[in-house]
């Protein structure tokens, strides 16, 4: 009960019989707490150097046991100290992390003013998880690799929950496909369990952290996310990029509803492809842009192509237009 403030198990015992039954010696002590002798004699020793017994005023050779009202201040005042002289050394190392920091960057390529970049994967987690632990407010997130890995998803739970936790707001866009990959459903399920909020779209233009709002992570290489990544903090970019994200966030379906169709009866996925494919975007583009196997993408615009009633791709865009499916380029 008392360990807390730096009384073990038996030392406790023994306090606590000593003032149940002060006129008690070392042998009545051992019966009382059931231990070996040894044992309430180390007991005491520990007690003695907590000041929790002293030397009987009235009986030469035998201990007393302070009130346990003295006996709590002299704890908690202790354990005072002690928490005093470990913020002193917190302080301390967190000096010595900060001049290292300094040094460190001084030996670092000058970069613009807002923008940071970061080579590697490694770099890029670290920096993770620097912004994770000083989270206050609120973190954003673009997700846009479809189904994710267990291992990502395994790796990922023990900091979102300490995040969510804390009572910081997680907001994070899927896309579509993610809500035919069951493993990621039940993640994404599970970090709405917690309080974080979870939604999806057919499309979304980059991954992307963005935390408390001043601060941004972009992949260098959307096609390769492992290279390294840019860090922005530049009022003007995170003012757009905030703002990016609130549109397609309001966009977005919970992960909980059904997927509706629009006015022409197309899914975010099937209006997507579409639009992708009038681009003249390849199947491969587009199966990225969706988190789908090129097979799925290939499937979807086939499909597509059959409805409009065209047999090429420059066709379909054609006739997507005069159906109202995209907006004229007249």
């Known amino acids: 009960m008392l360990a807390a403030l730096g009384l073990d198990a038996v030392a406790e015992s023994v306090y606590r019989a000593m003032l149940a039954r002060p006129q008690d010696g070392v042998a009545g002590l051992v019966e009382q707490v059931g231990c070996s002798e040894e044992d309430v004699r180390g007991a005491l020793d520990r007690l003695s150097e907590l000041a929790l017994v002293r030397p009987s005023g009235e009986e030469k050779g035998r201990l007393r046991a302070v009130s346990a009202s003295l006996g709590m201040e002299i704890l908690i005042a202790r ?15 967190r000096a010595a992390a900060a001049q290292l920091i300094a040094e460190y960057t001084e ?3 000058a970069t613009s003013p807002g923008v940071e970049q970061l080579v590697g994967l ?19 997130t673009f997700a846009p690799d479809g189904a994710q890995t267990a291992a990502n998803m395994e790796a990922s739970r023990p900091l979102n929950r300490e995040v969510i936790e804390r ?4 907001r994070t866009v899927y896309l579509d496909s993610v809500r035919n990959h069951q493993p990621t459903v039940d993640h994404a399920n599970w970090l709405a369990g917690l309080g974080g909020q979870v939604r999806t779209v057919a499309a979304l233009p980059t991954r992307m952290i963005i935390a408390d709002r001043t601060t941004a992570l972009i992949p260098i290489s959307s096609a390769d996310t492992t290279a390294g990544a840019v860090v922005l903090t530049g009022q003007g970019t995170l ?4 703002a990016l994200f609130d549109v397609v966030w309001a966009s977005a379906k919970p992960l909980g509803e059904q997927a509706v169709k629009d006015a022409h009866g197309l899914t975010g996925q099937e209006s997507t492809t579409i639009r992708l494919l009038a681009q003249g975007l390849t199947d491969e583009a587009i199966a990225k842009r969706l988190g789908v196997s090129q097979r799925t993408a290939r499937r979807i615009a ?5 409805r409009l009633g ?12 005069q159906r109202g499916w995209l907006p004229s380029m007249c």
């Not at 987690?125 to 609120?138: A, M, P, Q, W, Y």
């Not at 009572?167 to 997680?170: E, H, L, P, Q, S």
């Not at 065209?310 to 237009?321: D, K, L, P």
């Open 79 to 93: 354990q005072q100290a002690e928490l005093a002289v470990q913020q002193q050394r917190v302080e301390a190392s």
């Open 107 to 109: 030996l670092r390529p």
């Open 122 to 140: 490694d770099a890029v987690r670290d920096r993770i998880g620097v912004l994770s632990r000083s989270l206050r407010d609120e973190v954003m």
């Open 167 to 170: 009572g910081v707001t997680m």
């Open 239 to 242: 003012t757009a990029l905030c």
């Open 302 to 306: 086939a499909d597509l192509m059959e």
């Open 310 to 321: 065209a047999r090429s791709r420059f066709e379909a865009g054609v006739r997507a237009v």
